[in-house]
Nanobody, 121 residues
Framework: QVQLVESGGGLVQPGGSLRLSCAAS????????MGWFRQAPGKQRELVAS???????NYADSVKGRFTISRDNAQNTVYLQMNSLKPEDTAVYLC???????????????WGQGTQVTVSS
């Protein structure tokens, strides 16, 4: 089994910054793609950013130039640095990780529990 633990959410004023972390632990042989999604009330879940094991990144147009995704492969951790936050960034942020467990022959998708980010003055 694999566990994902997220941290770093909270309340921040417009223009402020937050850094989210998501650490994976358990029976992990390898991790391919790591990503962050978000879901605001009444809206569909959307991809915010993703990063491959080789370090290639992908961002939603709405966060390009403001958010930066990174990962620490030794610690099985993915980060999301969020700068110049706007009220429309308010949402529950969830990490998603593709994990190859020692007991399996295919990658399986795991989700974090979600962390609330609220941007408000």
């Amino acid at each position: 089994q694999v566990q994902l633990v997220e941290s770093g959410g909270g309340l921040v004023q417009p223009g402020g910054s937050l850094r989210l972390s998501c650490a994976a632990s358990g029976s992990i042989a390898s991790i391919n793609v790591m990503g962050w999604f978000r879901q605001a009330p009444g809206k569909q879940r959307e991809l915010v950013a993703s990063i491959t094991s080789a370090g290639s990144t992908n961002y939603a147009d709405s966060v390009k130039g403001r958010f930066t995704i990174s990962r620490d492969n030794a610690q099985n951790t993915v980060y999301l640095q969020m700068n110049s936050l706007k009220p429309e960034d308010t949402a529950v942020y969830l990490c998603n990780v593709g994990v190859l467990e020692f007991s399996r022959t295919y990658y399986r998708s795991y989700w974090g529990q979600g962390t609330q980010v609220t941007v408000s003055s």
